[in-house]
C-alpha cells in the first residue's frame, strides 16, 4: 500500500497546503488502492478517476497561483450514491435509477467542491438506504475489509468498507435508523449521526424524512469532525434545517477529554440477543471512561424497547409517500405499455428490490383508513415517549452510552431472507433518530470469539455533537495507547 | 387478525406495485410477522400522549419570494425516458371504460 493512502485526512490536507504532497498524487495513490482491492471490497458504484483528478489538479493549480485552499483541498472523499452529483450517476442502490445523473448537487456535495475536497467516487448501498448489510444493493453485496465472508453494515456499507480499506480517507454517509453508526462499528471506524437538521438533506433523496440525516465517516474522530464541520450548516433549500451555529466539532475532537463528565449507560441495552465480546469491549469501555475521569451511571429509558417496532411504522409510511415519485413518467426506469397507471406499476415492479417492496406495502398498510390510529398514531405517540425518556437521561448525565449494535459484522447471507433478524441490527441505533438528537460510533477493540471490531455509541442531545468528538477522541487516545497502534491496522480481510 | 393474501394484493395495487403470484406468497406472512411484531407500539401508546410528527420542533418556514435562477428545460428533461416538444412524454391516463 502506498504511504499517501495510510494517512488520515488531517494528514493529507496538511500536507498538501503545505506543498509536501500534491492533490494529484495523493488522488492517484488513492485511485490505485481502489483498483487493487476494489474488485474484493466492492465499495464503489461509480469510480469517477477522470473526474477526481481534474479536481485535484485544480486544488494543484490553486496552491500554485497561491489561492486560498479550502479546509479538505485535495482531500478524496466517497460520497454515498443518494447524494445528488452533478456529472456523476446517482442511483440510491436501485436499478430503478440504474444510469441516472442528477441535474443538480445536493448542499453537502456543493459545500464539499466548496472545501476542495476530491469526489473520487460513489458508493454502495443498501437500495434507497433500507437495509444493514448492503445486501438490499440492486447491483451488488459490498465485503467486510476485515474479512470477505462478513456484511460491511449498512446501509452506508459501500462508504464504511472504503474508509476501512483505505481506499479513501473520508466519506459521507446518511443515518436514518443507524446506517452510518452500525456500519461504523462493525468494520472498525469512526462514524457520525449528527443532529437532526444539522445537515442539509436538499439533494439527498429522501427515504424517511423525519429521520434522515447526512453523516461522516473518518478512520479517525478528528478526521470525522473535519467532514463533519465542512458538511454542516444551515441550508434555506432544506426547511427543516436549522438555523443555529455548527457545534465545534473539531475543536472537540483535537481535545478530547471526559474528566468530571457524567456519563449513562442505558440499562435497556445489553441481555438477550447481545454478543458476549460486544459487551465485553463494551465492559472495558466503562471502566477506561472511567480511570479516565468520567462519573459512570446506570440509567434506564424504558421506552425505548419500543423504538424498533415504531420506526418500522413511521420509516415505512414516509417511504410509502416518498417513493411514489418513482413512476416511470420524469426520470428513471419505464417499462412496459397500456395507461400510465399500469406503466407505473409495471416500472415500480421491475426497478424495485424485495425490502423496498416490502417497506412501501408496510407503509401504505399502516397509512390505510381503519389502521392508521392504531399503527401510524401509535408509533407517533411513542416517538413522544422515547423524546420523553432522552429528555430525562440528559437532565441527569452529559451523554449516553450502549453498544452501536448487538453483533460483530455477520456472515453475508445469514439474514438477507430474514427481515426482523436484519431489523434487530438497528435496535440501539433507532432512538437517536426518533429524537433527532446526535450519536456515534468509535471503536473501542475486538470480540475475542471472532476477531471482528466492536464500536462504542455515545448519544448527545441536539445541537451538543460537540460532546460525542470530546468523548470519542478520549475513547480513541487512551485505547491507541493501551494498544499500540490504531485498531484497523489489525484488519487482517485485505493483503 | 392475520393479513390475508387478498389484502396484501390490495396493498400492492393501492402502492402500483405489478407484484407476481410468487412475491404475494411470499410477501403475505412476512408483512403478517412484521405487522404483528410492530404492533407492540399499541401496548404503551396511552390515550393523551401527543403524536411527535418531527423532532426539531419546527414550524413553518417561510422563504423570500424573489426569483432565482433554476434548471433550463433541457436539464429537467435529462433523464426523461421519453420526451416530446420540451415536454415529458407519457402515457396516456384516462383509459375507456
Redo the contacts between chains.
Keep these: 500500500m502506498n504511504e499517501l493512502t495510510k494517512k488520515t485526512a488531517a494528514e493529507l490536507a496538511a500536507a498538501i497546503a503545505a506543498g509536501e504532497a500534491s492533490a494529484t498524487e495523493v488522488t492517484r495513490a488513492h485511485l490505485d488502492r481502489i483498483g487493487a482491492v476494489d474488485g474484493a471490497v466492492k465499495a464503489f458504484l461509480h469510480v469517477a478517476a477522470e473526474d477526481a483528478l481534474a479536481q485535484a489538479r485544480e486544488v494543484d493549480r490553486k496552491r500554485a497561483a497561491g489561492e486560498p485552499l479550502g479546509a479538505l483541498a485535495g482531500v478524496p472523499v466517497a460520497v454515498k450514491d443518494l447524494f445528488t452529483t452533478v456529472g456523476m450517476p446517482t442511483t440510491c442502490g436501485s436499478k430503478i435509477l440504474e444510469g441516472?445523473?442528477?441535474?443538480?448537487d445536493a448542499t453537502i456535495t456543493k459545500r464539499l467542491r466548496g472545501a476542495d475536497a476530491v469526489l473520487i467516487g460513489k458508493t454502495n448501498m443498501d437500495e434507497f438506504a433500507m437495509g444493514s448489510s448492503t445486501e438490499n444493493s440492486g447491483f451488488w453485496t459490498s465485503h467486510n475489509p476485515w474479512d470477505l465472508t462478513k456484511v460491511p453494515g449498512g446501509s452506508s456499507g459501500g462508504s464504511a468498507a472504503a474508509v476501512a480499506a483505505y481506499e479513501t480517507p473520508l466519506a459521507l454517509g446518511t443515518d436514518t435508523g443507524g446506517s452510518i453508526r452500525q456500519p461504523a462499528a462493525v468494520c472498525g471506524i469512526v462514524g457520525t449521526k449528527p443532529t437532526?437538521?444539522g445537515n442539509s438533506r436538499y439533494g439527498v433523496v429522501a427515504f424517511a424524512s423525519?429521520l434522515d440525516t447526512p453523516g461522516p465517516f473518518g478512520r479517525t474522530v478528528l478526521d470525522a469532525a473535519l467532514l463533519h464541520e465542512v458538511m454542516s450548516g444551515h441550508d434555506?433549500m432544506d426547511?427543516?434545517s436549522?438555523d443555529a451555529p455548527v457545534p465545534p466539532v473539531v475543536e472537540a475532537a483535537r481535545h478530547g477529554d471526559v474528566a468530571g463528565l457524567r456519563i449513562g449507560i442505558v440499562s435497556e441495552f445489553s441481555g438477550d440477543g447481545y454478543q458476549p465480546g460486544v459487551m465485553s469491549r463494551f465492559t472495558e469501555a466503562v471502566e477506561l471512561l472511567e480511570s479516565l475521569g468520567a462519573k459512570v451511571t446506570e440509567i434506564s429509558c424504558p421506552?425505548f424497547k419500543?423504538a424498533l417496532?415504531?420506526y418500522?411504522?413511521i420509516a415505512p409510511s414516509e417511504v410509502?409517500s416518498n417513493l411514489?415519485r418513482f413512476?416511470?413518467?420524469?426520470?428513471?426506469?419505464?417499462v412496459g405499455?397500456?395507461?400510465?397507471?399500469?406503466?407505473?406499476?409495471?416500472s415500480?415492479?421491475a426497478g424495485?428490490g424485495?425490502e423496498v417492496?416490502?417497506r412501501?406495502?408496510?407503509g401504505?398498510?399502516a397509512l390505510?383508513s381503519g389502521y392508521y390510529d392504531?399503527?401510524y398514531?401509535?408509533?407517533?405517540?411513542?416517538?413522544?415517549?422515547i423524546?420523553r425518556d432522552f429528555d430525562n437521561a440528559f437532565s441527569q448525565v452529559d451523554v449516553l452510552i450502549s453498544p452501536p449494535t448487538p453483533t460483530t459484522a455477520f456472515d453475508i447471507g445469514e439474514r438477507a431472507d430474514d427481515?426482523?433478524a436484519m431489523y434487530l441490527a438497528d435496535l440501539c441505533t433507532i432512538p437517536s433518530n426518533?429524537?433527532?438528537?446526535a450519536a456515534i460510533s468509535v471503536p473501542i477493540g475486538l470480540a475475542p470469539e471472532d476477531g471482528l471490531p466492536v464500536g462504542l455509541q455515545v448519544m448527545a442531545p441536539?445541537l451538543a455533537d460537540d460532546r460525542l468528538y470530546r468523548v470519542a477522541a478520549a475513547v480513541e487516545a487512551a485505547f491507541e495507547n493501551r494498544w499500540g497502534h490504531p485498531l484497523l491496522t489489525e484488519a487482517k480481510g485485505l493483503s | 387478525m392475520p393479513?390475508t393474501r387478498d389484502e396484501?394484493a390490495h396493498?400492492?395495487?393501492?402502492?402500483?406495485?405489478?407484484?407476481?403470484d410468487e412475491?404475494l406468497d411470499h410477501?403475505a406472512p412476512?408483512?403478517d410477522?412484521?405487522?404483528s411484531?410492530?404492533?407492540?407500539?399499541?401496548?404503551?401508546?396511552?390515550d393523551g400522549?401527543?403524536?411527535?410528527?418531527?423532532?426539531?420542533g419546527?414550524t413553518n418556514?417561510y422563504?423570500a419570494d424573489d426569483p432565482v435562477p433554476c434548471?433550463t428545460p433541457e436539464?429537467?428533461l435529462?433523464?426523461?425516458?421519453?420526451v416530446e416538444l420540451q415536454r415529458?412524454k407519457?402515457?396516456?391516463?384516462l383509459?375507456e371504460e
Excluded: C
Aim: aromatic share 8%; hydrophobic share 45%; no cysteine.
Design positions: 441516472w445523473v442528477p441535474p443538480y437532526y437538521g423525519s434555506p426547511s427543516t436549522i421506552h419500543y417496532p415504531a418500522y411504522l410509502s411514489a413512476d416511470g413518467m420524469r426520470y428513471g426506469l419505464r405499455g397500456g395507461s400510465a397507471e399500469e406503466v407505473m406499476a409495471a415500480r415492479e424495485f424485495a417492496k416490502r412501501i406495502m408496510l401504505t398498510y390505510s392504531a399503527y398514531g401509535k408509533a407517533q405517540q411513542v416517538r413522544t415517549l423524546i427481515p426482523m426518533l429524537a433527532g438528537n441536539p | 393479513i396484501v396493498l400492492a395495487r393501492l402502492s402500483r406495485l405489478a407484484l407476481s412475491e410477501l412476512q408483512l410477522q412484521i405487522i411484531s410492530v404492533a407492540q407500539v399499541q401496548e404503551v401508546a396511552a400522549i401527543p403524536p411527535t410528527t418531527h423532532a426539531t419546527l418556514i422563504r434548471l436539464e429537467a435529462s433523464g426523461a425516458p421519453a415529458f407519457v402515457p396516456r391516463i383509459v
